[in-house]
């Protein structure tokens, strides 16, 4: 069965700095784009970024290109999401999710995280 589990949300004050953790199992990780996703409450879900299996591309939502970094460790079977500068704004339930194709569409994501919060103080 494939699975996501993320891990490494929390509590940080506004300009603070987190790294949350993506960990696959059950499919091949390396053949997956990974995605990551956010969701405040009250809003719909965004996209936020995502790196492509093979070239290592990435992809950033304008809201946090500069500030976020996706990366992968394919021999680790995980992905990470480096969250530097952080905002109030930020706060959300944050998702990874594995697909074939990295792009911001949540619709396309064959496999799901059960999130992770992340909450800024201003």
């Known amino acids: 069965e494939a699975q996501l589990v993320e891990s490494g949300g929390g509590l940080v004050e506004a300009g603070g700095s987190l790294r949350l953790s993506c960990t696959a199992s059950?499919?091949?990780?390396?053949?997956?784009?990974i995605g990551w996703f956010r969701q405040a409450p009250g809003k719909e879900r965004e996209g936020v970024s995502c790196?492509?299996?093979?070239?290592?591309?990435?992809y950033y939502s304008d809201s946090v290109k500069g500030r976020f970094t996706i990366s992968r460790d394919n021999a680790k079977n995980t992905g990470y999401l480096q969250m530097n500068s952080l905002k109030p704004e930020d706060t959300a339930v944050y998702y990874c999710?594995?697909?074939?194709?990295?792009?911001?569409?949540?619709?396309?994501?064959?496999?799901w995280g059960q999130g992770t919060q992340v909450t800024v103080s201003s």
């Open positions: 999710a594995a697909d074939y194709f990295c792009d911001l569409h949540d619709t396309t994501y064959d496999y």
């Open positions: 059950g499919f091949t990780f390396d053949d997956y784009a």
């Open positions: 790196i492509s299996s093979i070239d290592g591309y990435t």
